[in-house]
Nanobody, 122 residues
Framework: QVQLVESGGGLVQAGGSLRLSCAASARGFSITTMGWYRQAPGKQRELVARITNGGSTAYADSVKGRFAISSDNAKNTVTLQMNSLKPEDTAVYYC????????????????WGQGTQVTVSS
């Protein structure tokens, strides 16, 4: 199983910035995609941004132009730089990894971190 450890959440005023980091322990797996999801109270978990091991990125429309995702494939880490934060960005942010099990060749995508709280005050 891929283990993910997040860091970097916190409280910030609207217009401020935060940086989230996630490190994966993926022994026996080959990671294909890493990403960030978020879940606000009473809402479903939603994709924020993801990046493939080839460098292709995708963003939710609500964060385009404000957030930037990057990764280090050699270190199995992913970072989310969040700028111009808004109160509606308040949520628990979860790191996710899709990885191929090298024993079975199966793609496993149910790999989640413990979550980190981001709170943006108005």
């Amino acid at each position: 199983q891929v283990q993910l450890v997040e860091s970097g959440g916190g409280l910030v005023q609207a217009g401020g910035s935060l940086r989230l980091s996630c490190a994966a322990s993926a022994r026996g797996f080959s990671i294909t995609t890493m990403g960030w999801y978020r879940q606000a109270p009473g809402k479903q978990r939603e994709l924020v941004a993801r990046i493939t091991n080839g460098g292709s990125t995708a963003y939710a429309d609500s964060v385009k132009g404000r957030f930037a995702i990057s990764s280090d494939n050699a270190k199995n880490t992913v970072t989310l730089q969040m700028n111009s934060l808004k109160p509606e960005d308040t949520a628990v942010y979860y790191c996710n990894a899709r990885a191929v099990d090298l024993r079975t060749a199966r793609l496993e995508d149910n790999n989640w971190g413990q979550g980190t709280q981001v709170t943006v005050s108005s």
